[in-house]
C-alpha cells in the first residue's frame, strides 16, 4: 500500500494529465468550490469577530457614558439654604465667605457706622481709609498670603503654606487632589485635630462618609468625581485658639501626607485718619521728656516753630516744681516728680493720635535739615516701623545680635546696618537708632517704653523691640544738640547741676539693669562694640 506522502505526486500527475478531459473537468470544479467555500467560511469568521467587537465597543461605551454623566450631574454644590445652615457659631455665619453683614435680631443693636458719618465726607474718608489698608496689607502679608501647592509627586497633591482660618469659621482648604488614572475604586481620608471636615459637594453618603467630623472618608472609582469632592473640602475650627498649626492628615493606600492648617484670631486694623489736605501736622505730634531743665526746653520750642509753626508737641513732664509753657500747640503733661525717663516716654505717646510720633530731646534744635517730610516719605512707603536720623552730623546706629542657649540668651550690639534701604539712597536697615526718631505710633506703643528705667536708658527699647520693629536710619535728616557749655547764669548752674545727678549713669544703675535684663529678657550675657 502506497502510504500518503507518496501518493501524492501520482495524484498531482493524473490530475495534469486528465485535465481535459470530462473526469479532470469535474475534478477542477470540486477543487474550485472547496477554495470558494473556504474563502466564505473565513468571511463569516470576520464578520462574525468584527460583529463581536463592535457589539462590546457599542454597548459598553453608552454604559461608560452613562456613568460619567450621571457623575458630573452629581457634581453640584450644596444649596445657599443648606450651606448656610452649616459652620455657625453663636448664631453667626462663620462660612466661607467674601463679605459680612450685620444681621438685626431681637436680642441685637446694630450700628452702621456710614449712618454716622456726614455725606458729603463718605467718599474722601473711604478713600482715605482704603489707603490705609493698602499699607496695612503690605506691611502685615500674612493677611494676604499666597497659598502653595504641593506638586503631585505622590498621587496627591495638598497646601504646604498659607491655609489660614480664624477660631470657630471655615474655609475651603485649596489645592486638595487626587492624580491616578486607575479605574478602581480609590478611598482617601483626611484626619484635623483641633476642627471639624466637610465637603460643600452634594454627594451621597456612601460616596462622603464622616461630614462635620475629625475624619473624613471618600470613596469612588470616579477620579473626576473625587477631585470635584476635595475642590470643596472644608475646615472649621472648633476650639478658641489665638494661634496654633493643625497638621491635617491626607492618606490614600500607602501614601500620606501632611499639611499645615494655621489657626489665628486677626486683630483688626488700627488705622489714624491723615487729614484729606495731607498736612504735616495731621501725620506728625512730635514728643518729649523734660526734667527741670525748662531753659532747654523753650529753645527747643522755638526752633520747632521756626519750620513748623503749628505742628503739635507732647511734653511728659517730672520735675519737682513744673513751670507753665505758653503755646497753643503744646500739650504738657505733668508726672509725680523723678517718675524716670522711660514712663515719661508712654506718657507722652500714649497721648499721640496721629499715625506718626517725632522723638526727640529737650536739649534737641530744629535746623533746616530737620525735614521731618522726608522721614514721613520713608515710613509711607516701606515697611519700616521706626526711622532714625542725624544728630549732630553724626548717625549713630546699631546692629543687635540674639542668640538663644539652654541656660541663658546671649546678646551682642554691634554699630553699623545691614546695607541699604532699598529706594531710599541716604538711608539703610539697622536695629537701633539715635534719640532723634520718627516710629509708627501704633507698633512702637505695642513694645512700650519700660517704666522701671528711670535714668539713662535707650537701647533698651530696641531690645525690647527686636524681632517685632523695622529699623532704618537716613542721613540726610537731622537736628542738632544746643550747645553744652556750662551755664553762666547761676540759677540754670544750679538746675544744671541737680540735672547732672539725676542724669549720671552711675554703678547702681548699671547694675540694676544688668539684673532686670537677666530676669526680664533672660540674657546671662551681653556685648557692645561701638
Keep these: 500500500m502506497l502510504r500518503d506522502r507518496d501518493s501524492l505526486p501520482c495524484m ?79 448664631g453667626i455665619w462663620l462660612g466661607p465667605k467674601n463679605h459680612c453683614e450685620c444681621a438685626k435680631t431681637p436680642r441685637t443693636t446694630v450700628y452702621q457706622m456710614e449712618d454716622y458719618i456726614a455725606k458729603d465726607q463718605i467718599a474722601s474718608i473711604t478713600e482715605r481709609r482704603e489707603k490705609e489698608f493698602q499699607q496695612y496689607q503690605r506691611r502685615y502679608p500674612t ?20 491655609v489660614e482660618v480664624m477660631p470657630f469659621h471655615t474655609i475651603v482648604i485649596p489645592g486638595l487632589g487626587f492624580h491616578n488614572k486607575s479605574a478602581e475604586k480609590v478611598q482617601v481620608i483626611l484626619q484635623a485635630s483641633f476642627g471639624t471636615l466637610n465637603t460643600l459637594a452634594d454627594t451621597s453618603k456612601d460616596v462622603v462618609q464622616g461630614r462635620g467630623g475629625k475624619e473624613l472618608t471618600i470613596s469612588t472609582s470616579n477620579a473626576k468625581l473625587l477631585n470635584y469632592i476635595l475642590e470643596h473640602v472644608t475646615y472649621t475650627s472648633t476650639i478658641f485658639l489665638l494661634h496654633a498649626v493643625d497638621m491635617v492628615s491626607f492618606k490614600t493606600g500607602s501614601h500620606l501626607v501632611k499639611f499645615p492648617v494655621t489657626i489665628r484670631q486677626r486683630p483688626l486694623p488700627k488705622f489714624f485718619d491723615p487729614g484729606a489736605g495731607n498736612n504735616i501736622r495731621d501725620l506728625v505730634t512730635i514728643t518729649t521728656k523734660t526734667f527741670l531743665r525748662y531753659h532747654k526746653l523753650r529753645v527747643l520750642i522755638q526752633s520747632i516753630r521756626q519750620f513748623y509753626p503749628d505742628i503739635r508737641v507732647i511734653v511728659a513732664d517730672d520735675s519737682e516744681h513744673p513751670e507753665k509753657i505758653d503755646d497753643a500747640n503744646v500739650e504738657h503733661y505733668i508726672m509725680p516728680f523723678g517718675k ?191
Design 12 to 90: 498531482t500527475e493524473m490530475a495534469r494529465r486528465n485535465s481535459w478531459t470530462p473526469r479532470g473537468q469535474y475534478f477542477l470544479y470540486y477543487k474550485y468550490l472547496c477554495i470558494i467555500l473556504l474563502c466564505f467560511g473565513i468571511a463569516l469568521y470576520a464578520i462574525k469577530l468584527f460583529g463581536a467587537e463592535r457589539k462590546w465597543a457599542i454597548g459598553t461605551a453608552p454604559e461608560q457614558t452613562t456613568r460619567t454623566a450621571g457623575a458630573e450631574s452629581s457634581m453640584k454644590l450644596l444649596s445657599e439654604e443648606e450651606y448656610k445652615s452649616l459652620f455657625q457659631f453663636d
Design 143 to 162: 493677611m494676604t498670603k499666597d497659598v502653595v501647592i504641593a506638586a503631585p509627586s505622590t498621587p496627591l497633591s495638598y497646601p504646604i503654606y498659607g
Design 340 to 530: 524716670g525717663w522711660f514712663a515719661g516716654r508712654n506718657l507722652a505717646i500714649s497721648q499721640v493720635t496721629t499715625k506718626y510720633y517725632l522723638w526727640v530731646d529737650d536739649d534737641y534744635l530744629f535746623t533746616k535739615n530737620t525735614k521731618i517730610e522726608k522721614l514721613v516719605d520713608v515710613l509711607e512707603n516701606t515697611n519700616l516701623d521706626v526711622v532714625g536720623g542725624r544728630l549732630e552730623g553724626n548717625d549713630f546706629k546699631f546692629k543687635i545680635f540674639y542668640e538663644e542657649g539652654d541656660d541663658g540668651s546671649c546678646l551682642h550690639i554691634r554699630s553699623g546696618s545691614y546695607g541699604p534701604l532699598e529706594g531710599f539712597p541716604n538711608c539703610v536697615v539697622t536695629n537701633a537708632v539715635v534719640n532723634f526718631f520718627l516710629a509708627r505710633t501704633e507698633e512702637s506703643s505695642r513694645v512700650g517704653f519700660d517704666p522701671k528705667l528711670q535714668r539713662v536708658a535707650h537701647t533698651e527699647y530696641f531690645m525690647d523691640g527686636l524681632g517685632n520693629l523695622l529699623v532704618g536710619s537716613c542721613s540726610d535728616v537731622g537736628a542738632d544738640h544746643q550747645r553744652r557749655s556750662p551755664a553762666t547764669d547761676p540759677q540754670l548752674a544750679a538746675i544744671e547741676k541737680t540735672y547732672g545727678k539725676f542724669r549720671t549713669n552711675t554703678q547702681e544703675q548699671i547694675k540694676f539693669k544688668l539684673s532686670l535684663h537677666y530676669f526680664k529678657n533672660r540674657l546671662k550675657c551681653y556685648t557692645r562694640i561701638g
